[in-house]
């Protein structure tokens, strides 16, 4: 079938703060009451309709106000008038435009493959190459200051069919630490336990704490030190019997490839809000796959739609293996965007294989939740 072009018409941006159940604490920051969101609608001329989210955590990528501003001021420009199924030529528009602010190149990415999806009838995996899963392990973090809020949440999730988690470290002393592996060790011997420093170690004395969290089995440790300290990140590596999970190191593919030169960790995690949407995600996945590395499905306070991206995503690309953390929609939020709940079961997110995304948003929501609406 011949390609029949359509134009963009409309881009509606809305920044929501969704309330969420509990506060986390996290190497680099607390995060309590609401998280915000910036959710991107996209409108073509023949009646096709897409969405994107852009979940941007101010310690980490960036703010919800310079998003919004982002994809309103310099973004929208570049998007009215073109052809949705002209993605790539778009997302490097969108680059030429505005320097940085991936997560709302993220939102716009995966607006425009909901888009060229529903239009098409294909879903997103299957726009990125094909399908390589159709099921991804699921991951939940643990983070609550309060241990107890977070063993009964274990113990809910357990019953449930899960069987992996990531626990927040470095926050509260290495103690406490210790004394929170000791626990969910002893309690769920099982468990693939991996734990998250989200740079909260300086370098200064932190192979001796990373070496005492080796005891307990974990499965990987991520990003102990700040992202920029590069020699701490090879020398761990290099010593730790533990392999080591780059994060905050690694936003870009140009990041992967010094990872894997420099050999600063044994597998990466892909987050579509770091590399500016699933494309590049999949290209970091590759770099990492040239090196024999494994990556990991990260994410970032996100409601279900960035959950969906980053699900098709994964769905597509063979290396990125070692699971996915997309928990929020359902354990974290008080209330996710999506019109049915987010698709997980036993453990294991279950990708979608309708058009797009393969699920509505409910507008009705979006526009409760909604601090500011730009069209
Ligand atoms: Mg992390």
Known sequence: ????????????????????????????????????????????????SGFGEASPWAVFTGTAEATAAALDRYIRPVVIGADPADIPLIMANA????????????????????????????????????????????????ADPDFDADMALMAQVWEEGLRIIKLK?????????????ERLRKTYPELDIRIDYNQGLQPFGALRKLKDVEQFHVTFIEQPVPGRNHEAMALFTAELETPLLADETVFSPSDAHKAVKGRLCDA?????????????????????????MPAYGGDMFESGIAHLAGTHMIAAAPNISLGCEFYQ?????????????????????????????GFDVDVEKLGRYAVETRQ
């Open 1 to 48: 079938m011949a390609h029949e072009k359509d134009k963009i018409e409309r881009m509606t941006i809305w920044h929501a703060a969704l309330p969420v159940r509990a506060p986390r604490d996290h190497g680099s920051g607390l995060v309590a009451g609401n998280v915000d969101v910036v959710i991107l609608r996209l409108d073509t001329a023949s009646g096709c």
């Open 95 to 142: 680059d030429r435009a505005i320097a940085g602010h991936t997560e709302a190149k993220a939102a716009l990415e995966t607006a425009l493959l909901d888009c060229r999806g529903r239009a098409t009838g294909q879903p997103v995996w299957a726009l990125l190459g094909g399908r390589f899963r159709s099921e991804i392990p699921l991951s939940i973090s643990l």
């Open 169 to 181: 470290t470095g926050v509260r002393g290495h103690a406490f630490d210790l004394e929170r592996l």
């Open 268 to 292: 990466i995690s892909v987050k579509i809000m770091k590399t500016g949407g699933p494309r590049r995600g999949m290209e970091v996945a590759a770099i990492a796959e040239s090196a024999g």
């Open 329 to 357: 929609a359902r354990w974290y939020l008080k209330e996710d965007l999506l019109s049915e709940p987010f698709p997980s079961d036993n453990g294991k997110v279950v990708v979608p294989d309708g058009p797009g995304l």
